[in-house]
């Protein structure tokens, strides 16, 4: 205590400083005078500086002079009043020579310095600041300096700090448009004689005085940066665009800027660095098990053909893309008719016709994937833009649909501003369009249907993604143009719920076929939530499920394109049996097992898009016509003979309504020729199923393995599963045991788990089904099978088979425990290994589509069934993958050349999407009946 007091004594101690700066800071009159001196000081310093670039010690000076003026400031404004500094830095225009000594500096250090101070001043709002247009003039003096051509290079931290001043500046603009004026001046600088003499590319580049609103162009020219300094620029930019609608001087400026060029050539220049020859590829590491587990092979890359996969390649994609949602988003500000359309104007001819147009039309499958790369770019470009004008002005051109009205009149002023730059940029335009083609002679219908015959699988999986969005998110351009439909007038049901039943149990039993040790009712409930979800969001059909008040329609509320011309009402409609799509889909699922896996994930999600649509019938492409259908016996009901005696109407009418009701549930018989070709073709697939059970060895046990495996990798995440199948299943074998793994299905979503940039809503969002270990039901006509896994005889395991219901013996599951059932059981290790290596040979050999007499070519398994047992070190010559091959080589040569081989592994791949697929479609068709009543019960 005696020490403290003593030091209260002694100036400059430690205890009596802070206290008397505290007290100083307290002071206003004090404050100012620091104030003052600090000023004072900071001019004598700039005169008596010569270089500044060259004397460091008096740029080191002036920067902590300024410095100390900032930090004045910035705490005298979280102080209460009085705040006299920041009177006398508004009334001497302090700003003004600080501003001339930072543009005169070419020093990094006091030009942020000077940039924070003028921050300080417009964050106090004292003073009127931010409305003074000298305060505005010097500002922006400084920004436009420094952030020229020939200033110096400015730091990262002090670009952001710039940005982030100048959106500051927009920020209050948007909300009080009365400060606008202090920072743009609209002046007329031409007369009619300057603006004729210009040529046309001036006029088209719209060359405005930049000097009328310096910060305009200070934002326009961060827009394309990354991180927080293009994130601030693009929104004040934004709110500039927002606040034409307050301003007809500001309005006519912008059309007249090049602010549509500039934004239409940057979003050019984007696209033309992304590259003209692309391979869907995943990394090694992190490839999915669903094509790890197939024939996946990663395609070839070259300097010139470069892989999705590419950090590079992402990065461009990710900027393009960002810059595309940069024009939708400023669409979506833009409260002005006139600078809206100016921009979708210089967005359709710059960037559409003179860029993405003819790069769809010169893309090749022989050049190297160039296909493949211009359909990914316009698919991910149909993906991520949500604007209805913009979507209307890539699919209306792409697809060489009619114009129709012309667009209203507006006001005088800003029309002739308009019309000025709409000449302008056609004159500069003409002689670029006449020898280019246009989409009159080649559209992007003709491109999708050129691809999907071509011979490369991935030109055919991508174009397949692309046909998918656009079912999927922009069905009402597809209704007349990829698609042939036929309108349908009557708007009530005709299928029958006894013919809804025969659909349901048709589409369930295939399902039920392909077999399984899995819930099919938890696994359906799940595919029942997603389609709902799915069938519910479809932009076509959120008019349908919408509450409708009694006597009225409902509207689809979904945002219309104001360009004219955008088709506007979608009315039922059904698919004709003759639609090449549909077509070019059935002759795809034809070789469904021997496709790659990509490829048949991409066409069922393309068939789930179809049907998805609530103004797309199902009658006659996917489910029988109505009007076909046959009932054994006499289709009408026998008259009751006490109907002719009744006189109470009540109860004749009730017997009417009961005859109606049974008249309904009747189950009608399909011949042949009745089931559409698509629900014919997957029954096929279905019976090739049942081939490939009856001619592989083990196809039960060694398919329940292959679910397992896609379970366990789903639950453990740890490392992916190597490309090569035999690694993947020696190693599941040490996994944990099946009731230990989660109950979860790895099918939670093939297409995302091949495509996760998709987005697809049609594939599911929550798990495919769960696995438990109680035995599954079976609901679908197909007989139980039993729950123990019997080696083939030829390995006997020395125990007898254990009845259908006994406990449950060894199993082959990649979840089960090896050492566990191996001391159950007392298989000794070796037996196991021998058993693993028989299915790595069966998983190794190579088969081909069934024939219709239900053969597989080549024979491919003549050696496993007359094969001795394995002895303790493995399993015999007979059954190695190469001796395999050269049995398979022996067959027919011409009929090998033929037949597309692929080996026994991918085949159990594409049955389990087959009966997932299956799944979905029969919960689509069962949601559809539910939500939008197509369903009639009497």
Not at 321 to 335: A, I, P, R, T
Not at 409 to 426: C, E, G, P, V
Not at 427 to 455: C, H, K, W, Y
Not at 532 to 542: N, Q, R, T
Request: charged share 20%; hydrophobic share 40%.
């Amino acid at each position: 205590m005696e020490f403290v007091q003593w030091s209260r004594l002694i100036a400059g101690t430690p205890l009596a400083s802070p206290a008397g700066n505290k007290a100083a800071a307290n002071n206003p009159e004090k404050r100012l005078a620091r104030f003052k001196r600090e000023y004072s000081q900071l001019l004598s310093l700039w005169r008596a500086a010569g270089n500044l670039e060259r004397d460091h010690q008096a740029a080191e000076n002036i920067r902590n002079s300024l410095q100390d003026l900032t930090s004045i400031l910035s705490d005298e404004s979280r102080r209460p009043l009085p705040h006299p500094c920041i009177i006398f830095a508004s009334a001497k225009q302090v700003y003004i020579p600080i501003g001339k000594i930072a543009t005169s500096s070419y020093n990094a250090g006091i030009i942020r310095e000077a940039v924070a101070l003028f921050a300080t001043l417009i964050d106090s709002e004292e003073e009127d600041f931010v409305e003074n247009y000298v305060f505005s003039r010097s500002l922006m003096d400084l920004l436009v300096r420094i952030t020229g051509a020939n200033s110096i290079r400015l730091g990262s931290d002090t670009e952001v700090e710039v940005v982030e001043l100048s959106f500051n500046i927009t920020t209050k603009i948007r909300l009080d448009p009365e400060i606008l004026p202090a920072w743009f001046t609209a002046q007329e600088h031409d007369d009619d004689s300057e603006i004729q003499e210009r040529d046309a590319h001036q006029r088209f580049a719209g060359q405005t005085h930049k000097e009328d609103f310096p910060l305009f162009y200070l934002l326009i020219d961060y827009i394309h940066h990354e991180g927080r300094t293009g994130d601030f620029a693009r929104t004040g930019l934004l709110y500039i665009i927002e606040a034409a609608s307050n301003s007809e001087a500001l309005e006519q400026w912008i059309v007249e800027s090049d602010l549509a060029t500039l934004m239409a050539t940057g979003l050019g220049a984007l696209y033309s660095q992304l590259s003209r020859k692309l391979v869907i590829d995943h990394p090694p590491d992190l490839l999915p098990p669903i094509l790890a587990l197939s024939d996946y092979q990663h395609p070839v890359t070259t300097f010139e053909i470069v892989s999705s996969a590419s950090t590079d390649f992402q990065g461009h994609m990710d900027t393009f893309l960002s810059h595309l949602l940069f024009w939708q988003d400023v669409l979506n500000h833009c409260k002005s008719v006139e600078v809206k359309s100016t921009l979708l104007e210089h967005f359709q001819i710059i960037f559409l016709q003179q860029l993405l147009y003819p790069s769809l039309l010169e893309s090749s499958d022989v050049d190297g994937g160039s296909s493949v790369a211009v359909l990914t770019y316009l698919r991910q470009i149909l993906e991520v833009l949500d604007h209805p004008d913009m979507i209307h002005l890539i699919l209306h051109y792409l697809l060489a649909l009619p114009d129709t009205t012309t667009s209203p009149t507006l006001r005088t002023s800003i029309s002739a501003a308009r019309q000025r730059k709409s000449m302008d940029l056609a004159t500069l335009m003409s002689t670029q369009e006449e020898l280019a083609s246009t989409p009159a002679l080649f559209n992007l219908v003709d491109l999708i249907q050129g691809s999907l015959r071509s011979q490369s699988p991935q030109t055919v999986s991508v174009t397949l993604q692309l046909v998918s969005v656009i079912l999927r998110r922009h069905h009402r351009y597809a209704v007349t143009t990829l698609l042939w439909t036929s309108q349908i007038i009557h708007d009530e049901p005709r299928r029958t719920i006894g013919a809804h039943e025969k659909e349901m149990d048709f589409l369930l039993s295939m399902a039920g076929d392909i077999g399984g040790e899995i819930d099919f009712d938890e696994v359906y409930q799940s595919h029942m939530q997603d389609s709902m979800g799915v069938l519910e969001s479809h932009p076509c059909s959120i008019g349908l499920v919408a509450h409708k008040s009694p006597g009225r329609t409902t509207q689809v509320p979904s945002a219309q394109a104001t360009i004219p011309g955008a088709p506007r009402d979608i009315r039922p409609h059904t698919l004709r049996p003759e639609d090449p799509m549909l077509k070019t889909f059935v002759s795809i699922l034809a070789t469904f097992f021997t496709n790659s896996v990509d490829i048949n994930l991409s066409l069922t999600a393309a068939i789930v898009d179809l049907t998805t649509c609530g103004y797309m019938r199902l009658e006659g492409w996917l489910v029988p016509d109505p009007a076909e259908y046959i009932y054994e016996g006499n289709e009408e009901d026998v008259e009751d003979q006490n109907l002719a005696i009744l006189d109470d109407e009540a109860e004749m009418q009730e017997r009417d309504q009961l005859r109606a009701l049974k008249k309904a549930r009747r189950t009608p018989k399909w011949s042949e020729s009745q089931i559409p070709p698509l629900l014919a073709q997957l029954k096929v697939l279905v019976d090739q199923v049942t081939i490939y059970r009856n001619e592989i060895p083990r196809f039960d046990d060694i398919l329940q393995q292959r679910r397992d495996a896609f379970q366990a990798a789903s639950s453990v995440t740890v490392s992916p599963i190597p490309t090569k199948p035999s690694a993947a299943l020696r190693s599941s074998f040490e996994s944990s045991s099946r009731s230990a793994s989660p109950p979860r299905n790895p099918f939670d979503s093939l297409a995302h788990r091949i495509f996760p940039e998709l987005g697809t809503p049609s594939r599911s969002h929550s798990p495919r089904g769960r696995r438990q270990d109680q035995p599954r039901s079976h609901g679908f006509g197909t007989p139980p099978r039993s729950s123990v896994a019997v080696p083939p005889p030829q390995f006997p395991m020395g125990l007898d088979t254990p009845s259908s219901g006994s406990s449950r013996a060894f199993s082959p599951s990649p979840l089960r425990n090896r050492d566990e059932g191996a001391k159950s059981l007392g298989v000794p290790p070796s037996q196991i290994a021998a058993f693993a290596a028989v299915d790595q040979t069966i998983l190794a050999r190579k088969v081909g589509l069934p024939s219709p007499k239900g053969e597989l070519h080549p024979i491919p398994f003549p050696n496993l069934r007359d094969v001795a047992a394995p002895d303790a070190e493995g399993i015999g010559e007979g059954t190695s993958e190469d001796s395999a091959d050269d049995d398979a080589s022996t067959t027919d040569g011409e009929r090998k050349e033929e037949t597309t081989l692929v080996s026994v592994s991918h085949v159990l791949t594409n049955v389990i999407v087959l009966q997932e697929f299956l799944l979905e479609l029969a919960a689509m068709v069962q949601g559809r009946a539910g939500l939008f009543g197509e369903i009639k019960f009497v």
